[in-house]
């Protein structure tokens, strides 16, 4: 027997679980774009990877140390807040830790909103769930990477609530919460005090205390506490120096004219910048009663930024903005709401809900939006190969590596962000992905051009090569080298010290071969050579399969070091290491194979003596 849904039901379910069930799937669905930004090495060892050794490092007893910045972690940014995520990472020690309470985070900036509106419209109040969801400007900030900021969206959120149900105690430790966010976070407490004193006239005392507070706790942090736990300044002072040289001096610009926060709106790019925030919020929350307070003046202030992150307004930056925001437009609808005669809420929830589904469709950078990238979120077989790389890594071992590959490596004592490292202090392994994905801070012929010096060298052994992906390790590390010996030498005066032949296997990954070589496979063939005298004459060496009759099967030749080194600027005394790559045929490939080396003049092509070369290996059949 079927029990027909009536609507009843439907209007039950409706109020009681719609906005939990949009929010679980907001969360699923971020979380999912984010984790997929991360498998395709989108996202950046700054600042993902910083917060994750950071976090990881805190978890195992080194407390707030990341070796990617000098000194604390706490003299960049006082967050002692993430002590909370430190359990988390002894169980979990994953970056996508973080971009799941990232995501986390952005969902409950629209819960006071929801809990607003809730007891006065419950069939309504799920709607400003679906047009936050919507919202492109929120879909912008989660398509960031984490930063402890993100966590204020939680504390504000539960402020602002605190805040409209008067609830004094649970206001006074949410803030207090947002104080341990971050130290600018101070700014935030002042503008809630700022709110009391001008708003709330029975309360005026209070927001006075308030402000003493966030000041007092901003210009404590960034005057004393972090210069004194770091290199004796606060790092991010220039974030205003349009207004001067520290944190005091800005306020006291903006105490002695606080319409300097005005000025710059005139400007277009400025304008635009609040058309793309407010838009979609059809301006609901500029016609609060004061509310505006809580979240206008940090605006202001953010556009006037030189940092492009800061006055774009898509940034991190924004989160702490969202619950003040949201819940703005909330107590508008409630107050538009009584004065339409119960028709005000209904309309301009209709009409909030239109617009971020219209400018979803015009700028949001999520699946469907008009600003949706589908390379960022589409795994291909060079990530999956990129994965299996940095499984490779030895977790004990220091690492360097690009950025997209360093957020992948983070949870270890010591990283570096490659090139940043000198060379007292050099990694014991360096990863690299000569293809160029997520390079920074060098263009991917730049890495091209440090992966052929790294191969010349032979202090920098090659751990892992496949599909342009390459890790080196120091001699120190890998112990004695592990070359072969050979006794080879040409008349001009180059030796060969060593060889070593590496073979690709089924996965394209060369592995250190010690069976007969495979059809279609392509071998590296690693050789030492040293230069006893000076050389007038460019010459070429020549690698070669070829079979015991002199069949020439494959074949690679380059002047010494893949042409980075010609022999006529080659130095007497110098060892180098000599790469080359020999495709083997797919079909017709003997089991009985000589590995030849030749040195000829690269002008005439006549042979050097002994004309011979010499004979690395051979691979007899069974």
Sequence with gaps: MTFPIQPAMLTRWWRSWAAPVLLAAFV?????????RHATFHTSLFDLGYYTQVIWNTAHGRWFVSSLKPGIFLADHFSPILLLLAPIFALFPDARVLLLVEMVALAVAIVPAYLILKPRYPNLAPLIVVAYVLNPSVHQIATKNFHEIFLAAPTLALAFYASYRRKTTLLLIALGLTLLVREDMGIYVALFGLYYALCRSSRRWFGILLIGMGVVWLLTLTGWVMPALGEGYYRHGGQFSRWGGSIPDVLAALIKDPSVLLRTLTAPEQIKTLLKVFLPLLFLPLLARGEQLLWLPAILLLLQSPNADASSLDSWYMVPLLPLIWGTIALVLVRVQIQWKHQGAKIGLGLLLAANISFFLLWSPFPGGGRFDVVPYTVQEHHRIGHRVVRRIPPDVSVAAQSGLGAHLATREKLSLF???????????????????????LHYSEIEGIVDTYRMDPRMQVYWEQDGYIVFRTSEVAGTSPWRTVECMWDVGVRVEGYEIAQTDETGAFMQDSTSPAPGQTLRVELYLEALTPMDTNYSISVRAITPEGRLLAQDDSWPARGLMPTVVWPAGQLLRDT??????????PNSLLLQVVMYDSATLERVSPASGCVLTAWEDE
Excluded: R
């Design 580 to 589: 080359h790559y020999l495709t083997l045929p797919m079909e017709n490939l």
């Design 28 to 36: 699923l669905a971020t979380t999912t774009l984010a984790w997929l």
């Design 419 to 441: 090139p940043w490292f000198s060379e007292e202090n050099s990694p014991e392994m360096i990863v690299l992905d000569a293809t160029g994905l997520n390079s920074y801070p």
